[in-house]
DNA sequence: CCTTCCGATGCAAGCGCTTACATTCCATGT
DNA sequence: ACATGGAATGTAAGCGCTTGCATCGGAAGG
């Protein structure tokens, strides 16, 4: 039913062979065949078969991307935005792209080699096993957004401390001395990052930190919520906040608000992520941006190139930077 | 490098007719033939070559999903919900997905097919050639979250109307008796659905609606804001706006605390899609709820049923219900 | 006019799997 | 002991493409 290579060859009057090269390599083909194969093939409305080519030249052009985190998806703004430039490139490299959820990994890694991946890019924080399975299968890994010790990957990282200490400067630059952290919910590495950022911001500021400032909750706003009413009922409670994530920060100007603080005016707040929700909270959130599409476009790119043999540098960061809205 | 059927054949000393069947058909092997053989497998950590398969079964496997709205991704949380539903359930179908967004439609019908797609799934609003392009290439298609008069093609959609209903209903059942509408910035499909869902219930209802309680603005909070501003500083204003999606329901909530209205007490606000925002508003917005993953999965089953040739419903409604919450 | 050489083309062998058809095996029935 | 049939297995021909190598044709050089 659809045209072949074979259809084509017989009613162009050259052998298969020419017209494969006229497609994949027309330099080598005399212009006037070239034109005679390809009126052949638009009058039989013919399309080289991609999967037949991948199956000559051995190879699958396919990657992965897996979401290691629990219950996080592509609801995930954040990792949306990851996976978006992620298929971006993959869509422009003609890579096929297999997005999965970390919940079944185990299985994953299995199919990954029976649907012939070729790389894979870890989102969120994988398990080690994961990728020891991964590199038994020699399959090109890339972390985006983690690291790993232990493991020599490439992996394309936000610059966390620097957005930390933006933030945190600009709450100093605002007059605010006594600056809280709200964090938790996040994986270890950007728990560890975000923390050490703090503490060096803070220490760099000359400012003091006191563990009471260190506040975890859970990703969710309810729970930032209850944190920071306890946070900051007290009589002396810090002047800001610094949350690890748009939504805590929601969640402190919700207790804020419950508590009667006025922000910015009696109390700062900046977020992480800079998502859509800053534009929907009053007053407008100021957040930390991070181009996130941007990771996901140079973990395809780090993976193509790993995949070709290309020497490829180790960390790759990505800068990051202040939104400043109303809420400093 | 890697182990094919041929290595497991000789290992196990069984033809690669057997080592197939072992796999694909494990009823018509031998139950002692089927242990050696993945017993041989698995020492040369054998996986049948997906792509092999495909090439020769004649099959692609394939499906893609276009969502075809200017701007809108998978970074809109209503897409990456359908996305979300699609992934689990062509991953768990064994489909390959390949996600992509309007802007390159034209060219993605064409590598559409030699990417071998054998059937594709249409967010948004689809133009109808694109339809007609792929039906000459007799793609199967379904549409999701849309209809398309002139072509009869399997669609998935939420119940809109009764959405907009529940929404109204709930409104007029705390004493609302002027109801504002707010939409725009959505496809002529929704629009439409919704608008007309605005006017069966008020009609039903019993409320008249007046041309000045119907607004339109574009889908950003800003817009909102503004229209609602005009909507709301008359002196003979509604007191309750149903909003065509919770950015839009922001918005106007924005308006609200710039005018010095209380929500719900000066005004009752309703949103659509209950997304993740609607608990991060204060008061939290009451908001209609569809299940967008179920209509992504339910998508991906049409497609199936339709690329297996079995009959499959023109039009599958996926019900809508109301997410209260403090905003009424 | 006849080599020589190179660009253009054709031939045919795979790539790893499935499957129609042929063959072999073995448990029955007689 | 032997015919018989169904179950288990083997044989081999594809699936649509690429590509190393062989072949061909014509321009350039002698």
Not at 6 to 11: H, M
Not at 35 to 55: F, G, H, Q
Not at 104 to 128: C, H, T, Y
Not at 137 to 149: A, E, G, P, S, Y
């Given at each position: 039913m659809k045209a072949t290579i074979y259809d084509v060859s017989r009613l162009s009057g050259v052998s298969t062979a020419t017209v494969s090269r006229a497609f994949s390599a027309p330099g080598?083909?005399?212009?006037?065949?070239?034109?005679?194969?390809?009126?052949?093939?638009s009058a039989l409305?013919?399309?080289?078969?991609?999967?037949?080519?991948?199956?000559?030249?051995?190879?699958?052009?396919?990657?992965?991307?897996?979401?290691?985190?629990?219950?996080?998806t592509i609801l995930?703004?954040?990792?949306?935005?990851?996976?978006?430039?992620?298929?971006?490139?993959?869509?422009?490299?003609?890579?096929?792209?297999?997005?999965?959820?970390?919940?079944?990994?185990?299985?994953?890694?299995?199919?990954?080699q029976s649907k012939q991946v070729e790389g894979v890019i870890l989102g969120g924080d994988a398990a080690p096993e994961l990728v020891s399975?991964?590199?038994?299968?020699n399959t090109f890994i890339v972390?985006?957004?983690?690291?790993?010790?232990?493991?020599?990957?490439?992996?394309?990282?936000?610059?966390?401390?620097?957005?930390?200490?933006?933030?945190?400067?600009?709450?100093?630059?605002?007059?605010?001395?006594r600056i809280a952290l709200m964090m938790g919910g996040y994986s270890p590495y950007i728990v560890g990052e975000r923390y050490a950022g703090f503490i060096e911001a803070m220490a760099s500021l000359g400012l003091p930190v006191s563990d009471a400032d260190v506040t975890m909750c859970d990703r969710s706003a309810a729970s930032a919520a209850m944190s920071a009413m306890k946070l900051l009922s007290g009589p002396d409670?810090?002047?800001?906040?610094?949350?690890?994530?748009?939504?805590?920060?929601?969640g402190v100007m919700k207790a804020a608000r419950r508590l009667g603080l006025s922000?910015?005016?009696?109390?700062?707040?900046?977020?992480?992520?800079?998502?859509?929700?800053?534009?929907?909270?009053?007053?407008e959130l100021t957040s930390v941006h991070v181009d996130v599409r941007r990771m996901?476009?140079?973990?395809?790119?780090?993976?193509?190139q790993g995949m070709d043999g290309v020497q490829t540098p180790r960390i790759t960061v990505i800068p990051t930077r202040l939104a400043e809205r109303g809420t400093v």
């Amino acid at each position: 039913m659809k045209a072949t290579i074979y259809d084509v060859s017989r009613l162009s009057g050259v052998s298969t062979a020419t017209v494969s090269r006229a497609f994949s390599a027309p330099g080598q083909v005399k212009e006037d065949t070239r034109r005679r194969v390809y009126e052949a093939a638009s009058a039989l409305k013919y399309t080289p078969n991609a999967i037949a080519r991948d199956m000559a030249l051995q190879r699958s052009n396919r990657i992965a991307y897996l979401i290691c985190k629990r219950q996080a998806t592509i609801l995930d703004e954040f990792y949306a935005g990851i996976c978006e430039g992620i298929m971006r490139r993959a869509n422009a490299l003609n890579l096929q792209l297999i997005v999965s959820t970390a919940d079944d990994w185990r299985q994953m890694a299995v199919n990954a080699q029976s649907k012939q991946v070729e790389g894979v890019i870890l989102g969120g924080d994988a398990a080690p096993e994961l990728v020891s399975e991964f590199q038994a299968r020699n399959t090109f890994i890339v972390l985006v957004n983690n690291r790993m010790r232990g493991f020599d990957l490439p992996c394309v990282v936000a610059d966390e401390r620097e957005g930390i200490r933006l933030a945190a400067q600009r709450l100093h630059a605002a007059g605010h001395r006594r600056i809280a952290l709200m964090m938790g919910g996040y994986s270890p590495y950007i728990v560890g990052e975000r923390y050490a950022g703090f503490i060096e911001a803070m220490a760099s500021l000359g400012l003091p930190v006191s563990d009471a400032d260190v506040t975890m909750c859970d990703r969710s706003a309810a729970s930032a919520a209850m944190s920071a009413m306890k946070l900051l009922s007290g009589p002396d409670r810090p002047t800001a906040v610094l949350a690890v994530s748009d939504v805590v920060a929601a969640g402190v100007m919700k207790a804020a608000r419950r508590l009667g603080l006025s922000v910015p005016g009696q109390l700062a707040v900046t977020g992480y992520d800079d998502s859509a929700i800053c534009n929907l909270l009053e007053p407008e959130l100021t957040s930390v941006h991070v181009d996130v599409r941007r990771m996901g476009e140079t973990a395809v790119d780090l993976l193509r190139q790993g995949m070709d043999g290309v020497q490829t540098p180790r960390i790759t960061v990505i800068p990051t930077r202040l939104a400043e809205r109303g809420t400093v």
